[in-house]
């Protein structure tokens, strides 16, 4: 079975935190590339919630070793980019419907070629990187990016990249903007929309550039 060996330079801690079925459960599934029939499986991210190179170099060898081929390309992907830099840009949520029981919210989550809070422009084509491997990998969703939403309270129902230039509810949305459609069930949620306390999209995630050895 997949498991961590020190002999990749783990640091003790992180090493520590996975070492056992019982400490992993402990931890978010997002910290996993491969969660299977309830087992945490190939760690990438380190007691801090940040990716480890060293852990992704673990993923790699033990997937060639063991057969998991799919979390060694995904493994490779994600060390192949670099380095970590945590960002978090909220976005203003542009249209929201409303009937008994569910919300549904449509709005912006990442504007391509236009700077962000921090000052951080992407490429079209890093938005649209990044929603594909959203939409493929991850499709969740967090609030305040810690405490995770099950699809009995929020799902999913669009993550697209805009094809050409729109405009929705009197906002304008330039092709390539990376949009998003929810429908909301839990009631508290539904709340702080209404109040305003939740306003829009917030990206977190990861931008590599280049890994620090």
Not at 71 to 81: C, E, G, I, M, R
Not at 96 to 102: A, F, L, M, Q
Not at 138 to 158: D, G, K, P
Request: charged letters at 30%; a neutral charge.
């Amino acid at each position: 079975m997949p498991n961590l060996s020190r002999k990749l330079t783990i640091p003790k801690k992180t090493y520590d935190v996975y070492s056992t079925q019982h400490k992993r459960k402990q931890m978010s599934k997002d910290c996993f590339l491969l969660v299977e029939n309830d087992k945490r499986l190939f760690p990438f991210k380190d007691e801090k919630g940040n990716i480890s190179k060293e852990l992704l170099k673990a993923a790699i060898v033990t997937g060639v070793k063991y057969g998991y081929p799919e979390v060694v390309t995904k493994a490779q992907k994600l060390l192949s980019l670099g380095e970590e830099v945590k960002k978090d840009i909220p976005f203003q949520m542009i249209q929201k419907t409303t009937d008994n029981e569910v919300r549904e919210i449509f709005g912006i989550v990442a504007v391509p070629n236009e700077k962000d809070a921090d000052g951080d422009e992407y490429t079209e084509e890093a938005v649209k990187d990044a929603c594909y491997v959203y939409n493929k990998d991850f499709y969740n969703i967090a609030y305040r990016h810690s405490i995770r939403i099950v699809a009995e309270e929020a799902w999913l129902a669009e993550s697209y990249i805009m094809p050409f230039d729109a405009e929705i509810e009197g906002t304008k949305i330039k092709k390539g903007t990376w949009c998003q459609r929810w429908f909301i069930k839990d009631k508290e949620l539904i709340k702080q929309i209404d109040k305003g306390i939740i306003k829009g999209f917030s990206l977190g995630g990861y931008i590599l550039d280049s890994i620090n050895t």
